[in-house]
């Protein structure tokens, strides 16, 4: 049984994981187009768009995939990748910060380079 408190912590680890890769490659939140975030629950995605500064545009294909699936654990990252090559239109030089959560609730993260 997860906690509660999940709904914090996991929020606040995509904060950090941000944070850890914008800084390491010179990086401002504003140079990021794309965010795929885990789709870990509507909570969690609701205090991972205010911690982050991001628009209910940026942060809707992951909405889109915890809507229709649900949250799948680590794999949901996946299709969460799929919607946004689907909907959002990146384009070649465009940014994306890759977020997802994981085993023994670690945090993984990637930037994109479309």
Do not use: C
């Not at 049984?1 to 890769?21: F, P, Q």
């Not at 401002?28 to 911690?51: C, E, F, N």
């Not at 809507?67 to 919607?83: D, K, L, P, Q, T």
């Amino acid at each position: 049984m997860l906690s509660k408190d999940v709904r914090r912590i996991g929020a606040e680890m995509m904060r950090e994981m941000a944070e850890v890769l914008l800084a390491t490659h010179g990086l401002k939140r504003a140079d990021v187009r794309h965010w795929i975030l885990h789709s870990a629950g509507r909570r969690v995605l609701d205090r991972a768009r205010v911690l982050l500064d991001l628009t209910d545009e940026q942060v809707a294909p992951s909405r889109g995939v915890l809507r229709r699936y649900g949250n799948m654990a680590s794999a949901a990252i996946i299709f969460v990748v799929e919607e946004t090559l689907r909907t959002g239109t990146p384009v070649a030089g465009d940014w994306g910060a890759l977020i997802g959560l994981g085993p023994g609730f670690a945090a993984e993260g990637a930037l994109l380079r479309f």
